[in-house]
Each structure stands twice: as C-alpha cells, then as structure tokens.
T-cell receptor
Framework: ETGVTQTPRHLVMGMTNKKSLKCEQH?????MYWYKQSAKKPLELMFV???????ENNSVPSRFSPECPNSSHLFLHLHTLQPEDSALYLC???????????FGEGSWLTVV | DQQVKQNSPSLSVQEGRISILNCDYT??????FLWYKKYPAEGPTFLIS?????DKNEDGRFTVFLNKSAKHLSLHIVPSQPGDSAVYFC?????????FGKGTRLHILP
C-alpha cells in the first residue's frame, strides 16, 4: 500500500460536469497539498492544508474547490472546467514544517 | 521569478556512464534540498536529500552534492541504468515552503 493514494487515476469529464478527486494519506502527516502538472510546465502548487486548515491558495480559479475533512483526507471538487485544465493532479503530504513531501501517483484529468 | 532552476531540459547518457543533473537556487533561506524522480503519468517519488549543513550525501548509486557558496547542487547517478530514464525534479525547502524546479528529462541510451 502506497503512502498517498489518489482516486480515480484517470478521469474524463465534460465542461458542464461536476466531479471530485480524492486523496488519502497513510503516513500520519498533518499537511496536505494539491499540485497541478501540465505538459511542459513545472509543478504548480494549488492548495496547502495544515491541520485541516487551508493555509495557501495559489490564485486558483474557483472552479477548483478543495476540501479537507481531516488530516488524512483531501478532496478536489471540480465543476465547469475548461479544456486547458486537463493535466495531472498530484496530491502530496508532509509533516507541518517538514522538509520532505510525499506524492501520490496522480489523477490524470482530461476535460472534453 | 524562478527560485529553483534546472537549466537543462533534457540529458542523454550512455548506460553504465555517470549521469550528472544540475540545479541552481537563488534564495539563501533554503536549508534543505531534495531530488525527486518522476515517470510519465505518475507522481514524483522522493529520491535523495541533503541538508545545508552537509556538502555531500550518498545513497547507493545516487549522490547529491551541495555547493552553498555557489547556490548549486547536483545529482550524480553512477552507473546509469535503463530504469533511470525519467524526469528528475530538484526541490528546495526553507522559510516554510518547498519550491520545485522545472525538471530535467534523463534518457539512458543502450
């Protein structure tokens, strides 16, 4: 079992759909992150949650809505996305103030 | 403003030879540095790290060197193997943030 699990691994959605990405970490961490990786672009930090509280929103459009019900679970709710939102969405976790973050395998999103 | 730079988008190395991946940073607040390896359509996996109090850390075939005065670090892989073909991300941690470089794609040639 990997430390950070993401579901689904692949998702195709229309621009009017509402879907959610789920992340669960089994490492006992208390910080969780969403990153986006588009083709030929660096990793883009989207959101950070420390102890379930959002501490960073990196100017992400409101069509992406995160939710962190507890330190082990993180969701990314998606609605009215655009084709340019197609990317690999990566969840990660760490200890608050820790130096190393651990990534899940990613959810590959295609918006059609 | 890129605080962590990997200036080589790609690198090709013969199998068995040494692969050297480079990374530069600008923020002197960074005190911990990491390398991640990423295969296509998968998440990055942590590879090796180094604290700013050291100048070298070794783990098997992987060695990271840190030159604080030059704000430069490098990852050496020796001998290079086919499974090392991947994208390698350098990351710097400090001041309550972790910043990633754009990555270098390493191709190991047979």
């Amino acid at each position: 079992e990997t430390g950070v699990t993401q579901t689904p691994r692949h998702l195709v959605m229309g621009m009017t759909n509402k879907k959610s990405l789920k992340c669960e970490q089994h490492l006992g961490h208390n910080a969780m992150y969403w990153y986006k990786q588009s083709a030929k672009k660096p990793l883009e930090l989207m959101f950070v949650y420390n102890f379930k509280e959002q501490t960073e929103n990196n100017s992400v459009p409101s069509r992406f809505s995160p939710e962190c019900p507890n330190s082990s679970h993180l969701f990314l709710h998606l609605h009215t996305l655009q084709p340019e939102d197609s990317a690999l969405y990566l969840c990660a976790s760490s200890q608050v103030g820790g130096n190393t973050i651990y990534f899940g395998e990613g959810s590959w999103l295609t918006v059609v | 403003d890129q605080q962590v730079k990997q200036n080589s988008p790609s690198l090709s190395v013969q199998e068995g030879r040494i692969s050297i991946l480079n990374c530069d940073y600008t923020n002197s607040m960074f005190d911990y540095f990491l390398w991640y390896k990423k295969y296509p359509a998968e998440g990055p996996t942590f590879l090796i790290s180094i604290s700013s109090i050291k100048d070298k850390n070794e783990d098997g075939r992987f060695t990271v060197f840190l030159n604080k005065s030059a704000k430069h670090l490098s990852l050496h892989i020796v001998p290079s193997q086919p499974g090392d073909s991947a994208v390698y991300f350098c990351a710097a941690s400090g001041d309550d943030k972790i910043i990633f470089g754009k990555g270098t794609r390493l191709h190991i040639l047979p």
